[in-house]
């Protein structure tokens, strides 16, 4: 977006006369314009510092002979809105971001980007903005906050949730309860554990969109404000050397992130966010292509709350140049990197000083992802089911069918379900237009009945964790006409986790027949 880039054409003298208002001056016309697409707000804590790290990402860009413009999108906090995003917002604020952001590259022509996302919904709007646009970017994250301290421990956020559930039944003071709340955040960032958030954080780098060591590098150091000068100066020198995003984010790129995700125990947040950036690319990574390299990669990190390690234990063990390093023999190390460099010399000095906490590839944390593709004639396309609780291997039961979150609410409030039943949860997928939101509080329900270890869930949206056994994302879903759209209250369903298989007790032409029944009333309703 060169002030200068056409001759008198008198459309263009108003344009460089409008631009001058702002106190642009004639030689800064010719210089590359390099868009600060900033999520700062006030009101969430990975956000709140970003003004700061945008200010030094401008001073990057002009060093480097850029002109900086920095413009807002939003940011969503899972932490403050609960169950408001989860249940009813949850993955539409991606695309609003990623549209919003396209319009204000493509209306004012920017030349390069730097991007400032934090929080879990943030950085896969941002990265599908960049994929679409395909000019110059670098991505600089938000970073963890540092944890709060108590009882000589660290404290985050979600150890908050525990330690109020455990002093019920017994005398924890209310002052205590109160101390707990204020220090378990004791500043901006975010929360400090292998969250949605800093897996994408993680994963961002693992794609070589940030500058090493920036994922796990303090929310408020003096580090991240040198990695957002470095940022800054990186967006003009990618310019100049002409290297776009379709050049970083190749499909060897998203495979080796995909290895890295399943190596610090965050494979999950892969499943969902990095199809849709790849997608923008015409890169297809189906269940066959997580399942695979599950397979084959070990899990090497223990981080909370599935292990006793923070992200800053992650970044002081040698953060993910380290684990990547760990990796080595199975990635594509000709993968480029914002650097400039490729992953082999990224990665080549990287250095695990605390062996704890990034384990070597023989002993590791798990031999292979946690993450299970089922596939069968309910979900010919597969099904995921991550965390499998132990003696859960095997189950066979009654279906019980909703058409959306809320029914099945109320059938177990209602105390309609019983040990045994099967629930099925159907028309919550990407294509339901309910925005793939989590259905939260069915585990909660099911927890306070009881039930939560002896009635197995089963959708084609997304699940929380609820400490039974929970099969989500079934393919194809049933907006799109799949399997599970077939089911009947009272169908036999059979689940065999160790021979990779879900089935509905239906024949193939029983299930043809009851979709082509489906559609057929369908149609004539409208």
């Given amino acids: 977006m060169r002030g ?28 590359p314009f390099v868009a600060v697409v900033n999520s700062f707000t006030e009101i969430v ?48 604020p991606c695309d609003l971001i990623a549209d919003s952001i396209e319009v204000m590259i493509k209306t004012y022509r920017f030349d390069a980007m730097v991007m400032l996302p934090s929080c879990s919904v943030s ?10 646009l395909n000019i110059p970017t670098v991505v600089l994250t938000g970073g963890p906050m540092q944890p709060g301290r108590w009882r000589e421990k660290p404290l985050t956020a979600i150890d908050v949730d525990k330690i109020v559930e455990r002093a019920k039944g017994r005398r924890l003071r209310e002052l205590e309860l109160s101390k707990v709340e204020e220090i378990a955040c004791p500043g901006a960032g975010s929360c400090p554990v292998m969250n949605p958030t800093n897996a994408m954080m993680c994963l961002t780098e693992a794609l070589g969109m940030s500058l090493p060591r920036c994922a796990t590098t303090p929310a408020q150091s003096a580090e991240k404000l040198r990695l957002a000068k470095k940022s800054g100066f990186r967006s003009v020198r990618l310019l100049r050397q002409g290297i776009k995003t379709s050049k970083i984010m190749t499909r060897e790129a998203f495979e080796n992130t995909i290895r890295v995700a399943v190596s610090l125990g965050c494979e999950f947040e892969a499943f969902l966010h990095l199809p849709a950036i790849a997608e923008e ?16 990669t070990p899990q090497l990190c223990a981080l909370k709350p599935n292990g006793p390690h923070t992200i800053l234990d992650l970044h002081n063990g040698g953060g993910i140049p380290a684990v990547m390093k760990r990796l080595e023999n199975s990635l594509n190390l000709q993968a480029l990197t914002v650097s400039g460099k490729t992953l082999k010399e990224t990665i080549a000095k990287a250095e695990t000083p605390d062996p704890n906490v990034i384990l070597p590839p023989s002993k590791p944390v798990r031999p292979k992802s946690a993450l299970v593709i089922l596939r069968g ?11 499998i609780p132990p003696k859960t291997d095997k189950c066979r039961g009654p279906a019980k069918v909703f058409e959306n979150l809320e029914e099945a609410m109320r059938a177990v409030d209602a105390d309609e379900i019983e040990a045994g039943d099967i629930m099925v949860i159907r028309y919550e997928g990407q294509r339901s237009g309910k925005w793939m939101r989590e259905l939260t509080g069915i585990a909660r329900l099911l927890r306070e009945k009881k039930l939560e270890k002896f009635v197995p869930l089963i959708t084609d949206g997304r699940l929380p964790s609820q400490g039974g056994l929970s099969i989500e994302l079934v393919r194809p879903e049933a907006a799109e006409g799949g399997p599970i759209a077939a089911i009947e209250n009272g169908d036999e369903i059979e689940i065999n986790i160790p021979e990779r298989r879900i089935e509905v007790s239906l024949t193939e032409r029983e299930i043809k027949g009851r979709l082509k029944k489906l559609f057929f009333s369908k149609h004539k309703k409208t």
Avoid at 5 to 26: F, M, W, Y
Avoid at 47 to 73: C, M, W, Y
Avoid at 123 to 132: F, N, S, V
Avoid at 377 to 387: M, Q, S
């Fill in 45 to 92: 804590p990975g956000h709140a510092h970003l003004q700061k790290l945008a200010e030094k990402v401008k001073d990057g860009i002009r060093s480097a002979g850029g002109v900086p413009f920095e413009f807002n999108t939003i940011a969503i906090c899972d932490g403050l809105a609960g169950d408001r995003v989860k249940t009813k917002h949850s993955f539409s």
């Fill in 4 to 31: 200068d880039d056409v001759g008198r054409d008198p459309k263009q003298s108003v344009r460089r006369a409008l631009l001058h208002s702002l106190g642009i001056t004639r030689d800064e016309l010719s210089k």
């Fill in 281 to 296: 690319f015409g890169i297809d990574l189906d269940a066959s292509t997580f399942e695979r390299i599950g397979e084959e």
């Fill in 123 to 132: 950085i896969p709007g941002h990265l599908m903005a960049a994929a679409r």
């Fill in 377 to 387: 004639n309910l979900a010919p396309g597969g099904a995921v089911i991550r965390d």
